[in-house]
Structures are given as C-alpha cells and as structure tokens.
Antibody, heavy 115, light 107 residues
Framework: EVQLVESGGGLVQPGGSLRLSCAAS????????MSWARQRPGKGLEWVAN????????NYVDSVKGRFTISRDNAKNSLYLQMNSLRAEDTAMYYC????????WGQGTLVAVSS | DIQMTQSPFSLSASVGDRVTITCRAS??????LGWFQQPPGKAPKRLIY???SLQSGVPSRFSGSGSGTEFTLTISSLQPEDFAAYYC?????????FGQGTKLEIK
C-alpha cells in the first residue's frame, strides 16, 4: 500500500523559512517522479513543484521560483520542500504526491505564515 | 500558462442521479488530464488519468472522456460517499494547472 506522510509544517513569520518532508513507502520511490501541491484555506488546488526520479529535473510554479526548492533522497525514500522568504499567501495545506501526475497523495501538512 | 475552466462551480444532486462535470483547456492538451475527488476535510484522491483511464480501486460508476480541449467526468449513479469536491488537472505543459473545482452537494 502506498503511504505518503508529510511533516514539517507550522507557524512561521513572514520572511521566514520551513522545510517540509514527505516519507514514502509501499512503492519503489526512486522510480517515480514526485510532486508537491498546495491548497490555501477554502480555496482550490495549486500545483507547486515536481522532481524527476533521479533529481536531475525540477519544475516550479512561477510564484515560488527562487524561494522554494524541491529535493529528494532516494536512499531515505524521502521528498523535501525547502521554503524560504515565506509570504502570507504561502499559507496553505501542502500535499506531497507520488508520480508526476499525482497518482497518490499524502494527508498534508499545514503551513501558516503570519506575524 | 494553460487555463482550465471547470463547470459547474457547484452542483446539487440526489443519490442515484447521473452527473457530469466539464473541464475546458485554453489550448489543446491531448489527453494529458486527470480527475480528482476531495471529500470535505480530506486529501484529494485521483479517479481518472489520461482523460479516460480509471484509477485502480475506483468504482466503475466514475468515467472520463474527452481529448484536446474538452473533457468530462461522469458519475453514473451518485452514492452518498460521492458528495465531495472534484478537480481536473492538466499535465501537458508546465506549469501544471488545476480547474477551479466543482462542489457536489446533496439535494
């Protein structure tokens, strides 16, 4: 059974940083593209970033380019999202997903950016 | 960026009804489209990929169709657990984009 467990969310001040993690199990992690999406409170879904199987290709939505970095550790079956220069509009539930096309989703971790 | 226009924004229906949700892409995306269900307070779950392929474990009352710019998700006979939000996602080109969502409510 595919399991994706996000962690690392919390309350942070504007301009601050957070690192989200996603622990994966139940599939061959190194064989799958991995993705992050987010959902602002009461709003729809937004694609954030994805990363190729070996980490050699990364793609981002424009609003996070230069501030967020997606990475992975295939030896640890883990996906990460380093978020710097956080803004109020980054407040959202962040989901990791297996596959470049969001085959399976985790339960999410909540990020709140506020002073 | 490719815009995905989803309709309707909300829909009221009864158990047993047949419902259809539509997504229109601002440019052709072949069949690079998925459909997702999100129950209230829960994570999304993929129902359909490649426009018409049913995700493993998803009931056969769900079906998808379309190619190019027009896509539909059909639920043939609504069950109580189907009342949720539904989203389409295009993955033809970056940035990937979701539709605005359709909230399916009980009439």
């Amino acid at each position: 059974e595919v399991q994706l467990v996000e962690s690392g969310g919390g309350l942070v001040q504007p301009g601050g940083s957070l690192r989200l993690s996603c622990a994966a199990s139940g599939f061959t992690f190194s064989s799958q593209w991995m993705s992050w999406a987010r959902q602002r409170p009461g709003k729809g879904l937004e694609w954030v970033a994805n990363i190729k199987r070996d980490g050699s290709e990364k793609n981002y939505v424009d609003s996070v380019k230069g501030r967020f970095t997606i990475s992975r550790d295939n030896a640890k079956n883990s996906l990460y999202l380093q978020m710097n220069s956080l803004r109020a509009e980054d407040t959202a539930m962040y989901y990791c997903a297996c596959g470049g096309w969001f085959d399976y989703w985790g339960q999410g971790t909540l990020v709140a950016v506020s002073s | 960026d490719i815009q995905m226009t989803q309709s309707p924004f909300s829909l009221s229906a009864s158990v047993g009804d047949r419902v259809t949700i539509t997504c229109r892409a601002s440019q052709g995306i072949r069949n690079d489209l998925g459909w997702f269900q999100q129950p209230p307070g829960k994570a999304p779950k993929r129902l359909i990929y490649a426009a018409s392929s049913l995700q493993s474990g998803v009931p056969s009352r769900f079906s998808g169709s379309g190619s190019g710019t027009e896509f539909t998700l059909t639920i043939s006979s609504l069950q109580p657990e189907d009342f949720a939000a539904y989203y389409c996602l295009q993955y033809n080109s970056y940035p990937f984009t979701f539709g605005q969502g359709t909230k399916l409510e009980i009439k």
